[in-house]
């Protein structure tokens, strides 16, 4: 049960404006260009002044919460603007840092660095490694550390730990957490093992030359560190804070850059973005109660808990002194100066997990006479089971008799025996939540009871329909194959499972009879299952003929379901009737809802209706036993 609470310092509304640091990088005149000067310089560490366009004589000058001269070294820029607000990814928050500003500016120079200079990136993942390992030692958490890295690529959200992949698409939880299925996440236990997932993902990342940068990003690339604790005692609370490190691409003026083509495409993509993000920090700087643009932008939908969301934000913005940077750094600097004004809300994403029989489990600690990893290990165990079942609508199936939910309720109020009033208060919320799970397991439950019904009646009237044994003997199936094969058609992409190769273990571990008969029918139906005709229903049950050993049966339904369970993109997409959709649909039900308890479940996604679940079934049974 996922829930907000009070930030760290108790404030349950506390707000935090969005810091916003401006970092000038050293002149770098051209042999070729003349020199002009810098049109842009410091007064102070918080003013800077930049020469007025309208008249060159005056100067337009500019307060920021940190300015960040020429000089400053990559650490000094880690340790002023960076460093502070790490510490709160360890309490559940989140917190984000982000490079902004015109190509050439140095963005990339700031967020990644050299290997000798090295940027925030790899500073804020030793940091928070080191933070981790100071607050593991004194406290009693369990912490985890994970990382995903994405680039948006003309308007593509791309996996750049696996590269391979597709388009993914971004989805917002019932807790208002934007999230993305299907985008891989990699539990990381020290620096170097983050190195080598990071240094090559890097180079996966798109960019090219342009005018104005040799080595141009061409996309937006953000790196997620998500570090998660786990309270090792009773209540065993569950804390989880995201640290979003974005490397944005840069403002481009085509004039200059000389972008053609694919250059420029990409270049119309990184534009409409950042005029997105400009119009999002306008909405939210707005005094009337606009609607912000978040969903006009992939990158805007993304950096939704970053400008106006839940977490501690960092902006800095790289500047460029040349001249001819002139207009990119005098729009940059308004826009940093607006961002400033955005303010955000962090709070705690915690997760309480209150232990099942707590009275059974303490009499067995104590029995066990465990000191510490055995019951521990067990009560995370515990942990992720009651999470599941709280947030798992299929997890009503388990909860007929609700032992469990019962279980909670009785050691909540238990607990509440013993505890302090103010306390009492908080376990009396609980309570009232858990009386509301109740109602709301019992609800989902009524319903998944009528599909599973409907589900039944479709099976049996299936059934019904059928007396006859459907194979007499096992050569059918490769005769199928053979005679079935020759006239081409789609079907044969449907009955692949069932061909020659994969026929044999089919044959011999489940069918029982069969007749040659019977087996012209079934090429029929198999491909009917797969695209079946409006109102054919029957010929899509009719296929159904087999008898099946059971347990080749249990085994093919328990191949499925891990699959469903721990299926990449790509493993899903290759069970049949799962296209890219409905894989992606079931990564965004299994990250909302955790695991599919039973191959049932799947009727819960968008669009599975009993029948196409009865199709899939089949298709992918008969797939797993020819495998
Ligand atoms: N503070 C700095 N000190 C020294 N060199 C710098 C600094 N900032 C940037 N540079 C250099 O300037 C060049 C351009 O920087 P960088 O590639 O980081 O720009 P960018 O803003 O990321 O550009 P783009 O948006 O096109 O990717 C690089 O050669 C980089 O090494």
Same mark, same amino acid.
């Given at each position: 049960?996922?829930?907000?609470?009070?930030?760290?310092?108790?404030?349950?509304?506390?707000?935090?404006?969005?810091?916003?640091? !401006?970092?000038? +990088?050293?002149?770098?005149?051209?042999?070729?260009?003349? *020199?002009?000067?810098?049109?842009?310089?410091?007064?102070d560490s918080q003013n800077l002044e930049i020469v007025n366009w309208r008249n060159a004589t005056e100067t337009v000058k500019y307060h920021f919460d940190v300015f960040h001269d020429e000089k400053t070294t990559q650490q000094e820029v880690f340790l002023s603007s960076v460093k502070p607000i790490l510490p709160h990814i360890l309490t559940g928050q989140n917190a984000s840092v982000f490079a902004y500003g015109p190509t050439g500016a140095g963005k990339t120079h700031t967020m990644m660095g050299s290997s000798d200079q090295p940027g925030v990136i790899p500073r804020a993942v030793r940091e928070v490694f080191k933070l981790v390992k100071v607050k593991a030692d004194e406290e009693?958490? *369990?912490?985890?550390?994970?990382?995903?890295? $994405?680039?948006?690529?003309?308007?593509?959200?791309?996996?750049?730990?696996?590269?391979?992949?597709? *388009?993914?698409?971004?989805?917002?939880?019932?807790?208002?957490?934007?999230?993305i299925p299907g985008l891989t996440h990699t539990t990381i236990s020290c620096f170097s093992d983050f190195d080598k997932q990071f240094v090559p993902a890097?180079?996966?990342r798109t960019t090219a030359s342009t005018k $104005?940068?040799? +080595?141009?990003?061409?996309?937006?690339?953000?790196?997620?560190?998500?570090? !998660?604790?786990?309270?090792?005692a009773a209540p065993h609370r569950k804390q989880t804070g995201k640290l979003y490190l974005i490397d944005l691409a840069g403002s481009e003026d085509n004039r200059r850059t000389g972008n053609q083509g694919i250059r420029l495409k990409e270049s119309g993509a990184i534009n409409l973005s950042l005029f997105t993000l400009n119009k999002v920090v306008d909405?939210?700087?707005?005094?009337? =109660?606009?609607?912000?643009?978040?969903? *006009?932008?992939?990158?805007?939908? $993304?950096?939704?808990?970053?400008?106006?969301?839940s977490s501690h934000s960092v902006m800095i913005t790289n500047i460029a002194p040349e001249y001819k940077y002139y207009f990119d750094t005098f729009g940059a600097l308004n826009f940093a100066s607006k961002s400033k004004l955005v303010v955000n809300k962090p709070f705690t994403c915690e997760t309480v997990a209150v232990p099942a029989m707590p009275v059974k489990r303490a009499r067995d600690d104590h029995t066990a006479g465990g000191s510490g990893t055995e019951p521990h290990k067990k009560k995370q165990k515990d942990e992720r089971k009651t999470e599941q079942d709280c947030s798992s609508p299929s997890s009503s199936f388990d909860s007929l008799s609700e032992p469990s939910v019962m279980d909670r309720l009785i050691a909540l109020e238990k607990l509440m025996m013993n505890c302090q009033d103010k306390d009492k208060l908080s376990m009396l919320k609980d309570v009232a939540q858990s009386r509301k799970e109740i109602q709301e397991l019992k609800e989902k439950q009524k319903e998944f009871?009528?599909?599973?019904?409907?589900?039944?009646?479709?099976?049996?009237?299936?059934?019904s329909a059928k007396h006859e044994p459907s194979f007499k003997d096992n050569? =059918?199936?490769?005769? +199928?194959?053979?005679?079935?094969?020759?006239?081409?058609?789609?079907? /044969?992409?449907? !009955? /692949?499972?069932l061909q020659v190769s994969q026929l044999q273990p089919l044959q011999q571990l489940a069918v029982v009879k069969k007749t040659s008969v019977c087996v012209k029918k079934k090429v029929k139906t198999i491909s009917d299952q797969v695209e079946p005709p409006d109102g054919k229903e029957n010929l899509v049950e009719t296929g159904w003929e087999f008898k099946l050993d059971t347990s080749v049966l249990e085994q093919s339904r328990q191949k499925i379901l891990h699959v469903l369970n721990t299926g990449s993109l790509k493993e899903l997409k290759g069970l049949q009737q799962i296209g890219d959709k409905k894989a992606k649909l079931i990564l965004g039900w299994r990250e909302i809802h955790g695991h599919f308890l039973k191959l049932e479940d799947v009727l819960t996604i968008e669009g599975m209706t009993a029948k196409r679940f009865s199709t899939f079934m089949k298709a992918n049974i008969l797939s797993a036993m020819g495998k």
């Open positions: 049960m996922a829930q907000r609470v009070a930030t760290s310092d108790g404030a349950a509304k506390k707000t935090s404006r969005v810091r916003v640091a !401006v970092r000038l +990088r050293p002149y770098m005149g051209g042999e070729d260009e003349k *020199d002009e000067g810098p049109c842009v310089r410091g007064l009693g958490w *369990d912490y985890s550390i994970g990382m995903s890295y $994405l680039e948006i690529y003309n308007e593509k959200v791309l996996d750049l730990l696996s590269p391979s992949s597709q *388009d993914l698409p971004i989805r917002e939880n019932k807790d208002k957490n934007i999230f890097s180079l996966n $104005l940068n040799q +080595r141009s990003s061409r996309s937006h690339a953000i790196l997620l560190i998500k570090v !998660v604790r786990t309270q090792r909405s939210l700087n707005s005094s009337a =109660a606009v609607r912000v643009p978040y969903r *006009d932008s992939k990158l805007t939908r $993304l950096l939704q808990d970053s400008l106006g969301g009871e009528n599909k599973a019904m409907l589900f039944r009646r479709l099976d049996g009237e299936k059934s050569t =059918a199936p490769l005769q +199928r194959k053979q005679s079935a094969a020759t006239k081409a058609n789609k079907q /044969q992409a449907v !009955v /692949q499972p």
